[in-house]
Nanobody, 122 residues
Framework: QVQLVESGGGLVQAGGSLRLSCAAS????????MGWYRQSPGKQRELVAG???????NYADSVKGRFTISRDNAENTVYLQMNSLKPEDTAVYFC????????????????WGQGTQVTVSS
């Protein structure tokens, strides 16, 4: 069984920074894509940033230039460095993994973490 566990959320003032981490555990041989999504009350979950095993990244327009996604393939861990935070970044942030090759040598998609709250005060 694959589990994703996020950490690093919290309360920060506008203009501040936070770093989120997400570690995948289980019998994992590789993960093609890891990403961060967020969801605030009354809104749909949206992609924040994604990264492939080769290091290709993509970002939501709203976070470009402020957030940086990175990963450690050996540790099956993905990070999200969030700078210049704004109140509108307040949300629950979820980690997701797709294209996961697990112990039975099959590929699976859409593993989600439990989420971590990020609150930015004005």
């Amino acid at each position: 069984q694959v589990q994703l566990v996020e950490s690093g959320g919290g309360l920060v003032q506008a203009g501040g920074s936070l770093r989120l981490s997400c570690a995948a555990s289980g019998t994992i041989f590789s993960i093609n894509v890891m990403g961060w999504y967020r969801q605030s009350p009354g809104k749909q979950r949206e992609l924040v940033a994604g990264i492939t095993s080769g290091g290709n990244t993509n970002y939501a327009d709203s976070v470009k230039g402020r957030f940086t996604i990175s990963r450690d393939n050996a540790e099956n861990t993905v990070y999200l460095q969030m700078n210049s935070l704004k109140p509108e970044d307040t949300a629950v942030y979820f980690c997701r993994a797709d294209g996961v090759l697990v112990g039975n040598k099959k590929w699976y998609n859409e593993y989600w973490g439990q989420g971590t709250q990020v609150t930015v005060s004005s």
